[in-house]
Nanobody
Framework: VQLVESGGGLVKQGGSLRLSCAASGLFVSNYDMSWHRQAPGKEREMVAVMLTGGTIPNYANAVKGRFTASRDNDKNTVYLQMNSLKPDDTAVYYC?????????WGQGTQVTVSS
């Protein structure tokens, strides 16, 4: 199983980025897929989660209205569209696939938002 995130980078406050998480060895359609982030000196936190069979993702309050999570089953990829970025969004972003007791993480992609 492999989850590979991409799309991170340096962006100015108010800008946008779209993160991708390409999966191999599993089908994203069968897993609860989620995005998490970890800022320096802070614990990892959940950003968005898409449950298997769910129609509407759930978001952390800090990103609600600015971030949109989605999945493309044909491409076996999940996305995180991030708009109106703030310096507080600076972190390493990870995707996670969960099914029962099984959980897989990607290696992360750095997002840096300058003020």
């Amino acid at each position: 199983v492999q989850l590979v995130e991409s799309g991170g980078g340096l962006v100015k406050q108010g800008g946008s980025l779209r993160l991708s998480c390409a999966a191999s060895g599993l089908f994203v359609s069968n897993y609860d897929m989620s995005w998490h982030r970890q800022a320096p000196g802070k614990e990892r936190e959940m950003v968005a989660v898409m449950l298997t069979g769910g129609t509407i993702p759930n978001y952390a309050n800090a990103v609600k209205g600015r971030f949109t999570a989605s999945r493309d089953n044909d491409k076996n990829t999940v996305y995180l569209q991030m708009n109106s970025l703030k310096p507080d969004d600076t972190a390493v972003y990870y995707c996670k696939a969960t099914w029962g007791m099984n959980a897989y993480w990607g290696q992360g992609t750095q997002v840096t938002v300058s003020s």
